[in-house]
Every structure is written in structure tokens, then in C-alpha cells.
């Protein structure tokens, strides 16, 4: 929980002023790989939302071991909002390359306004994944996002 913190804290820093994220919305999107640093700048496009994501836990091949992340919502303006009321998250990983997803996608929590946690999220194996972050209005997909992940 205090990493919890100290992340929040340091976002908060952050989002004073502006941010060099919502110049660079036609990026790729870059890994995210082995730090706990906020290294990812995602878009949700039709929502006009931009994500953060940043481990927890992990990210580990290893099938024993949980994973999991904090996604940090935000609008236009760099202010933390929540997805749209009804909406929910539905994040889930896949290896493209042997057509299988993960051995449990685990769930999405709110922790706060913006603020998001992917729990209980297991990998089965090393390799190169997708990570996709997408969010439902019901059993319509809305918007997504795919993150790549080398394991
Ligand atoms: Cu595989």
C-alpha cells in the first residue's frame, strides 16, 4: 500500500504543468517491461482518455508468481478521471506467436478517482505478449489498447 502511495505521489507531481504525453499521441507505444517506473503513454481514442501503466508486481514468466499493475487514468487535461460511468475494464494478455492468452487474466479493481489495479494476473510462460487494456460499456467494446510485453 505504501508503494501505492508513493506512486500516487509522485504522479500528482507529475501532472503539474505540462505533460510532454498528449504531444505524442500518434506514438507506438513503448514497453513496459521490468521497471516500476511510468514508462507507458496509452490513448483510449473513442474516450478521449490516456493511460498509464506501471507494475506492482512483476511482470513474471514464472506461473507461480502473481502480476500486477496500476493503470492511471487521465483526461485531456492531465487530470485523473474515471472511465465513463458503465464502463468497465476488461484487460487481458495474449502470445501471438503460439495463439494462447494467459493462465488467468485476474481482474480490475478501483482503487480511487483514475486510479485502477490489475490483480491476480498470472503468465504462463516467457516470450513476447500483448498486453490488452480495453474497457466495456456493457458487452460492447468501446475502446483498446495493446501494450507489448517481452517476458
Ligand atoms: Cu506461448
Redesign the pocket.
Known amino acids: 500500500m505504501l508503494k501505492i502511495f508513493s506512486i500516487l505521489s509522485l504522479l500528482f507531481l507529475y501532472s503539474c504543468g505540462e505533460s510532454p504525453l498528449f504531444n505524442h499521441e500518434n506514438e507506438t507505444t513503448t514497453g513496459i517491461q521490468g521497471t516500476t517506473d511510468l514508462t507507458s503513454a496509452l490513448s483510449f481514442k473513442n474516450s478521449n482518455l490516456y493511460l498509464k501503466v506501471n507494475w506492482l508486481k512483476g511482470p513474471f514468466a514464472d506461473p507461480s508468481l502473481e502480476n500486477s499493475f496500476l493503470i492511471i487514468v487521465q483526461n485531456n487535461s492531465g487530470e485523473l478521471v474515471d472511465v465513463p460511468s458503465g464502463h468497465d475494464f476488461y484487460n487481458w494478455g495474449w502470445?501471438p506467436?503460439?495463439g494462447?492468452g494467459t493462465a488467468d487474466d485476474g481482474y480490475t479493481e478501483r482503487i480511487s478517482k483514475g486510479v485502477y489495479i490489475q490483480k491476480e494476473l498470472f503468465f504462463?510462460?516467457g516470450?513476447e505478449w500483448d498486453l490488452n487494456l480495453e474497457i466495456y460499456n456493457g458487452s460492447t467494446l468501446v475502446d483498446s489498447v495493446k501494450v507489448p510485453l517481452s517476458l
Open positions: 502470445m506467436s503460439m494462447h504462463n510462460m516470450g
